[in-house]
């Protein structure tokens, strides 16, 4: 059902049965999917050949001019021809950046002799550099050179 969306209608929105979706008559492609624990911001775009629907938040935590702004910038990158899904997903889920945030925020924290462990874990990367050949082969003990 297409509905001009707006905080009254958000706030009037009731749980039934099934999950439905409203979506908005002024900003094709914006809506609202309600469940029964929560109602959705959503933009639904197509990306090449593929339709693709992005959340956007949560009603309330998301207001609707937070929720709009967003899907605007994600039609935005759509016609940049950048997927906004994938550039969510590759920016902060990298592995570097989640170990670098767990040692910060977890293990330097909680571990009582972090110092100790830095030192091994730095011996055990020089062991790893050493056997993946990362030095000169006078240093390795495959070497066989005169001396």
């Excluded at 938040?57 to 001019?65: H, S, W």
Aim: include cysteine; hydrophobic fraction near 35%; aromatic fraction near 10%.
């Amino acid at each position: 059902m297409r509905k001009a969306l707006t905080e009254k209608i958000l706030q009037g929105l009731k749980p039934a049965a099934k999950r439905y979706e409203l979506r908005d008559v002024h900003f094709p492609g914006f809506g609202v999917r309600v469940s029964r624990s929560r109602v959705t911001f959503f933009i639904s775009y197509r990306y090449g050949t593929i339709q693709r629907r992005k959340k956007l938040g949560v009603y309330p935590r998301t207001t609707l001019q937070e929720a709009r702004s967003k899907g605007l910038a994600d039609l935005r990158l759509v016609d940049e021809g950048i997927d906004p899904a994938r550039t969510q997903r590759t920016q902060n889920f990298l592995v570097c950046n989640v170990v670098e945030e767990f040692i910060e925020k977890y293990a330097k924290v909680k571990t009582r002799g972090w110092k100790a462990s830095q030192r091994n874990m730095g011996l055990i990367s020089l062991l790893a550099k050493i056997r993946s050949r990362q030095f000169p082969a006078w240093f390795s003990a495959r070497s066989t050179g005169s001396a």
